[in-house]
């Protein structure tokens, strides 16, 4: 990095929501700095759980394949009685984003690889050892924030920010923006003066995390026995984690010994004593949620900004999704590609869908958790009765309870009057597809890693007419006609191909399922892949003006290729595009 003091973003945390932030940042060549107060990264698993949205989050950031080898996929998890009689089963099959929907990992060594991506990037550094202790903005604003003092009031709009760095040399650096990644603790948090709103459960669990798994399958399961509520989690490489249940009467000292671990294990386990025990702890489920995820130009992601209780592990990945969701908004401001309201809409989207992870976990946490017998037997009963129903059955089995991020409002273009059955603020799909130069292709390597516009039976060029297709392509956006496979290898006669656009082919049939759904016909896909608008075709012009408003993005942005900030200083915008021969990977 060329100037220590000068940066565009600091991420305070170097976690694996801080770390996949600065990797989205360093693809787009903003000039990052990572601070972590510890030493070195968490050596011990905390996150047990990936699902698919954060995988394909690794596959945009180019390091999916180093991750893979650190899971295992299409891990089902079973729910059991007291007695050990099966309640409920839960084991997706699909796969509509890519990648498998449950996926075991050991959180250390993925979180390794996502410190290892940076090595990638000349402007991107970490520091270790070394606590953000305080901030002041400057120049034009007046505030100053130290880390032991909460400051109410959302701070001064200004320039910058100077961050302030402690350890044996403190330092104090400037930064456009400061993003607090730094857990449920936050001192970026207590700097911003926001409130932590929630409950803290007063019911203690025991982990214990287990080398050589002495299970050996590959599987998870979580025991509703109201003599002592438990779980048994697979990892990856051969780490098995239980959980128990702490009565009010078992004391810490107690439960931390190790006769009372064994004793905990003996129901599982012939020989108890004889097992590699990792480490094992106690501790309480959360359930809180950030007053706010912005204030001027300090954001929080992660548990800084939300917690959740562990029951539907989506404590982890709801963290890596408000980095991708934050991360393209962040890059677009400090381009110059798009004005600071953009960053206005990160939380108004992440907030309602955070919410609801936690209303998830902590409803699936009550019920899991009776300990009254009668209690228990009443939820089995209705469990039971449930699972008889084909339809509900299916609706667990294949998790589609499982909240899914959908915007009303944010940075997206709705119709009005706004139809129920519309696809904008969702994901979009990502089937494996066929293009000219290469078979068996995720969709999101064929279309790069910005913004995106893609159109069924249609040339998006022809569509949005040259002035938008000049805007998007000022911005870097892919463009793919998509057609059924009989047609991947035809042109019209007497003329060609334009090589601005990608022909897409549908290998599995996905991607005509989709829009035999919807009567839209063109997407406008943002970098996280959510829908930002859709229409149909004669209307592309006009909703891509809708969008480019709502977006915030400015009339004339820099050229994807490099250009200059606003401060004067060289933008490279560095996204990787995949060769022929090199784009997908193999789940």
């Known amino acids: 990095m060329a100037a220590l003091n000068d940066v565009d973003v600091v991420v305070v945390g170097a976690g694996p929501v801080g770390l996949t932030l600065a990797n989205i940042l360093g693809l787009q060549g903003i000039r990052t700095l990572v601070v972590e107060d510890r030493e070195t990264l968490i050596d011990y698993p905390r996150g047990v759980g990936l699902d698919d949205e954060s995988l394909r989050t690794f596959q945009a950031i180019g390091l999916v394949d180093a991750v893979l080898p650190h899971t295992v996929p299409n891990q089902i998890l079973r729910f059991y009685d007291r007695r050990r009689r099966l309640l409920a089963e839960m084991a997706p099959a699909e796969a509509g984003f890519g990648w498998p929907k449950r996926n075991g990992f050991v959180q250390p060594l993925v979180d390794a690889e996502l410190l290892r991506g940076l090595e990638r990037f000349d402007h991107v550094e970490v520091l270790w050892g070394r606590p953000m202790t305080g901030c002041e903005e400057s120049p034009g604003g007046s505030a100053r924030l130290d880390a032991g003092e909460a400051k109410l009031g959302p701070p001064h709009e200004s320039d910058s920010v100077a961050v302030h760095i402690g350890g044996a040399e403190p330092q104090t650096v400037s930064a456009r923006y400061v993003v607090g990644c730094d857990g449920g603790r936050s001192a970026t948090r207590r700097l911003m003066g926001v409130s932590f709103e929630g409950t803290t459960s007063s019911t203690r669990w025991l982990v214990v995390d287990i080398a050589n798994d002495p299970l050996g399958h590959p599987n998870s399961e979580v025991g509703a026995d109201p003599a002592r509520p438990y779980a048994s989690i697979s990892i990856a490489h051969g780490i098995r ?347």
Not at 479 to 488: I, W
Not at 490 to 509: E, H, K, L, N, S
Not at 547 to 557: K, N, Q
């Open 241 to 587: 984690r239980f959980e128990f249940m702490i009565h009010a009467h078992e004391t810490d000292e107690q439960a931390q010994d190790p006769e009372f671990v064994a004793a905990m294990l003996a129901p599982f386990l012939p020989r108890p004593h004889d097992v590699d025990v990792i480490r094992h702890r106690l501790y309480t489920h959360h359930s809180r949620i950030a007053g706010a995820f912005r204030r001027g130009r300090l954001l929080l992601a992660g548990d800084a900004a939300h917690l959740m209780p562990v029951w539907q592990g989506q404590g982890y990945n709801s963290g890596i999704r408000d980095a991708m969701n934050l991360g393209w908004k962040l890059a677009a401001v400090v381009r110059g590609q798009a004005r600071p309201s953009l960053l206005d809409s990160y939380d108004t989207e992440r907030r309602k869908h955070a919410r609801a992870m936690i209303d998830l976990s902590t409803m699936v946490g009550k019920v899991i958790s009776p300990t009254n017998r009668r209690v228990a037997g009443l939820r089995d009963g209705v469990i039971r009765a449930a699972s008889a129903v084909p339809t509900l059955k299916r609706y667990v089995l294949e998790m589609r309870f499982k909240p899914m991020p959908r915007y009303e409002q944010g940075a997206v273009v709705h119709d009005q009057p706004r139809r129920p059955d519309s696809p904008v603020g969702t994901l979009f799909i990502q089937p494996r597809v066929d293009t000219r130069a290469g078979a068996d292709l995720l969709l999101d390597d064929v279309i790069g890693a910005g913004f995106a516009v893609l159109a069924w039976n249609n040339n998006p060029r022809v569509l949005l007419g040259e002035e938008a297709f000049a805007r998007w392509t000022a911005l870097g956006a892919g463009f793919a006609a998509l057609r059924p496979l009989t047609q991947l290898h035809w042109t019209p006669p007497g003329q060609t191909d334009d090589p601005a656009v990608t022909i897409v082919g549908d290998r599995t049939g996905q991607l005509k399922a989709w829009f035999d759904r919807h009567e839209q016909s063109v997407l406008f896909l943002r970098p996280d892949r959510c829908i930002a608008a859709a229409c149909i075709a004669q209307r592309a012009p006009e909703v891509s003006a809708l969008l480019f408003g709502a977006l915030s993005l400015t009339p004339t942005a820099p050229s994807p290729q490099g250009g200059e900030r606003p401060d004067g200083t060289e933008s490279v915008l560095h996204v990787p595009q995949p060769t022929a021969e090199s784009a997908g990977t193999t789940p």
